[in-house]
């Protein structure tokens, strides 16, 4: 799925369309844990967090704005 797709489907959650977070919550949970390994590998002696606490928080974040506010 590319760009234009996830952006279609934020559109359709802006409009109040529940059940487009049935396809693009997976996507943005799935690509948020790639980039938090990807990122923990490079700062593993940084942070004292993993991958799935980093992308949960991250998600959970995501979750409690309103689709159209994202960018």
Same mark, same amino acid.
């Given at each position: !799925?590319? !760009?234009?797709?996830?952006?279609?489907? &934020?559109? /359709?959650?802006?409009?109040?369309?529940?059940?487009?977070?049935?396809?693009?919550?997976? &996507?943005?949970?799935?690509?948020? *844990? *790639?980039?938090?390994? /990807?990122? &923990?590998? *490079?700062?593993?002696?940084?942070?004292?967090?993993?991958?799935?606490?980093?992308?949960?928080?991250?998600?959970? *974040?995501?979750?409690?704005?309103?689709?159209? /506010?994202?960018?």
């Amino acid at each position: !799925m590319g !760009m234009d797709d996830i952006t279609l489907l &934020l559109d /359709s959650l802006a409009a109040g369309k529940p059940e487009a977070g049935d396809q693009f919550y997976p &996507l943005v949970y799935d690509e948020l *844990r *790639r980039l938090a390994r /990807s990122h &923990l590998r *490079r700062q593993a002696t940084l942070t004292h967090l993993d991958a799935p606490a980093l992308v949960h928080e991250a998600y959970l *974040r995501l979750l409690g704005q309103q689709p159209g /506010s994202w960018q």
